[in-house]
């Protein structure tokens, strides 16, 4: 069984796995249906599958798209699909951790007999997948990580965890990953299925949401990584004020003079936040 080659482990990474990998089988045919069409058209394009687990999702996207990489961390399952899709010259399994996969190990050309039929490596992807709910954030900031590469992501995720990444600024859930996700995407609520769609059952309701790629950091004047530092940096403590958070790394007075010059009261919470806001104080704190 091939693998692809790990990239270094973030720092951020959870130590902690729970055993069953957030193994909730679809069993709603209607919903896999939904979910694949949600991509739009794939019949030009390369899709990477997070999780085929069983393959409900994997079959109709066998069916429609011009190549399909699934990226399964289960061993046996990975094999077992293997085996499946062995003679579908369009599929390929990989026994994969998605989150720490190199892309370029996703996509590229595999060894093997049908070498010179593989496809040369794509400018970008789709992904789809019922993400494992243990590991949720870190797949979609992985995704977001991965823009460049990316076209569209269909996943489907908690009902709560839809919820975060699609509100605005000044509601209660607005938190670090709405604030990242919408700095990269935009973000769609599509359906929502009960547990009974699963099995075994979650003990939660599931969102399917669509994001579209469409970053915004040279809109807001940003650098990726110092701007990503940055707001780590002002949601890291959500019972704080902004200004407070941002203390840990820059002093009093320039922090004053950046919200002064953005327009931004003093006692502001980072919730409250626009990007356009956070962005104006970030450029005005990095000249300072
Ligand atoms: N796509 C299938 C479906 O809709 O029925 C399975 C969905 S199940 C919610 C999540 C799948 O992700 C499982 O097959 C699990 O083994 C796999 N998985 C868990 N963690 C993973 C990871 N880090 N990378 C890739 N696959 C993972």
Redesign the pocket.
């Known amino acids: 069984m091939r693998r692809a080659t790990a990239r270094k482990p973030s720092a951020n990474r959870a130590p902690k796995r729970k055993p069953k ?6 069993v709603d045919a209607g919903a896999a249906h939904r979910i694949v069409e949600a991509l739009g058209d794939v019949s030009n394009r390369t899709v990477i599958e ?5 393959g ?2 994997t079959d109709a996207l066998a069916r429609r798209a011009k190549r399909v990489i699934g ?4 061993r046996v ?1 990975a094999a077992q699909l293997r085996m499946r899709y062995a003679t579908r010259g369009n599929v390929e399994v990989l026994e994969s ?3 720490t996969a190199e892309f370029a190990s996703m996509v590229g050309r595999r060894p093997g007999p049908l070498h010179d039929l593989r496809p040369t490596q794509p400018d970008t992807v789709d992904i789809v ?4 709910y243990y ?1 949720t954030s870190e797949i979609v900031l992985r995704i977001l990580e991965l823009h460049p590469h990316i076209e569209r992501a269909v996943v489907m995720v908690q009902r709560e965890v839809a919820d975060r990444i699609a509100s605005k600024p000044g509601s209660r859930e607005y938190g670090l990953l709405s604030a990242t996700t919408q700095l990269f995407a935009r973000v769609e609520k599509l359906f929502t299925l009960p547990p009974e769609a699963f099995s075994p059952p979650p003990q939660v309701h599931s969102t399917v949401i669509r994001l579209t790629m469409a970053p915004r950091l040279g809109e807001l004047r940003v650098e990726e990584e110092p701007f990503i530092g940055f707001l780590k940096l002002a949601f890291a403590q959500k019972r704080k004020t902004l200004a407070n958070n941002l203390r840990v790394r820059y002093d009093a007075a320039a922090i004053r003079t950046a919200f002064k010059s953005a327009g931004v009261r003093p006692d502001v919470r980072a919730e409250a936040m626009s990007l356009e806001k956070t962005a104006a104080v970030f450029r005005t704190l990095a000249t300072a």
């Open positions: 990998l957030g193994q909730n089988f679809l997070i999780g085929p687990g069983r409900v999702l990226i399964e961390l289960d399952l951790d998605f989150v997948g019922n993400l494992p590991i």
